[in-house]
């Protein structure tokens, strides 16, 4: 079974400076997807970034960046120039890539808090 | 907007009754998932729907059942319900292959009293 772990429940970042989210995943297939999705206060899912496990190169999405060191099953995100409306929950998930169901396996998400 | 729609936004009932919520996919989308968000499980898959049939299921109850309809929209029938049952209940869709994304609806918030 897949298992995504966030070990951080919460975090702070001043606006304009840089934040890590760091995640931890298990798995035993060789085919998946990571994920992090943000939640802000409205509760609906976005998704921010996603990285294909085939992939070497961390995915960008303009002050969005991931480290992803398949060897250590990390899955970092990093933010940068920080923004008032980043804050928000941040979850890392985990997707299979076998045959069959695409479910995402979720973390227990950090809290992001952006201090003007 | 992701294009998934969900009703009813919110829903409050007491314990031992049944409610249905109702998902709508993105156009095109044949695959249709259910996720349960509560503070103690956090957040977690229940069931997946693909073209009308299940395709997984994961940490859901008995009490719990769902389907999706020819249209494909979908319906998770919650009975019996607990209090622990209060949760944000999230539907999302994808196209269904292993490639495409998942897009979630905004949520349906259940409160059982």
């Known amino acids: 079974a897949q298992t995504v772990t966030q070990s951080q429940p919460e975090m702070s970042v001043q606006e304009a400076e840089t934040v890590t989210l760091s995640c931890t995943y298990d798995t035993s297939e060789s085919d998946y997807y990571l994920f992090w999705y943000k939640q802000p206060p409205s509760r609906q899912m976005i998704l921010v970034i996603r990285q294909e496990a085939y992939k070497q190169q961390n995915a960008t999405e303009n002050r969005f960046s991931v480290n992803f060191q398949k060897a250590a099953k990390s899955f970092s995100l990093k933010i940068s120039d920080s923004q008032l409306g980043d804050a928000a929950m941040y979850f890392c998930?985990?997707?299979?890539?076998?045959?069959?169901?695409?479910?995402?396996?979720f973390g227990k998400g950090t809290k992001l808090s952006v201090i003007p | 907007d992701s294009g998934v729609t969900q009703t009813p936004k919110h829903l409050i009932t007491a314990t031992g009754q049944r409610v249905t919520l109702r998902c709508s996919p993105r156009s095109g989308d044949l695959s249709v998932y259910w996720y349960q968000q509560s503070l103690d499980q956090g957040l977690q898959f229940l069931i997946q729907y693909y073209n009308g049939e299940e395709r997984a299921k994961g940490n859901i109850l008995e009490r719990f059942s769902a389907q999706q309809f020819p249209d494909l929209h979908s319906e998770l029938n919650l009975s019996s319900l607990e209090l622990g049952d209060s949760a944000l209940y999230f539907c999302?869709?994808?196209?269904?292959?292993?490639?495409?994304?998942?897009?979630f609806g905004p949520g349906t918030r259940l409160t059982v009293t």
């Open positions: 998930a985990i997707r299979e890539s076998g045959a069959g169901s695409y479910q995402l396996t």
């Open positions: 999302a869709s994808s196209v269904g292959s292993s490639t495409d994304e998942q897009y």
